[in-house]
């Protein structure tokens, strides 16, 4: 059973950092794995996909430039950097097994969900 466990939230500062973990165990193959972002009243959105395009990272459009996707054996780093009230939410990480050339950032093609990590970020 694949097993998705996320730390690192909390609450910061405005213009702070932060660093997200996700470790995965219990998978056997290669997975796709991804960070979501998700507020209350609305749906869950991409926010960093490794190897997406080309083995480049997919950023969305609010985290790009001040994020930074890694990923090390069996565990997923989200660092993102000044961050702004806008990031504040739930996020998740994901895992799919790799049936594609390359990861997509479409939510509903990930089976394996994690419990989510809460960041605040407060001005």
């Known amino acids: 059973e694949v097993k998705l466990v996320e730390s690192g939230g909390g609450s910061v500062q405005a213009g702070g950092s932060m660093k997200l973990s996700c470790v995965m165990t219990g998978h056997r193959g290669i997975y796709c794995m991804g960070w979501w972002r998700q507020v209350p009243g609305e749906e869950r959105e991409p926010v960093a996909v490794?190897?997406?395009?080309?083995?480049s990272p997919f950023y969305s459009d609010s985290a790009k430039g001040r994020a930074t996707v890694s990923q090390d054996k069996n565990t997923l780093y989200l660092e993102l950097k000044n961050l702004r009230a806008e990031d504040t939410g739930t996020y998740f990480c994901?895992?799919?097994?790799?049936?594609?050339?390359?990861?997509?950032?479409?939510?509903?093609?990930?089976?394996?969900w994690g419990q989510g990590t809460e960041v605040t970020v407060s001005s």
């Open positions: 490794p190897n997406y395009d080309r083995d």
């Open positions: 994901a895992a799919a097994w790799k049936k594609w050339n390359e990861c997509p950032n479409v939510g509903r093609v990930y089976e394996e």
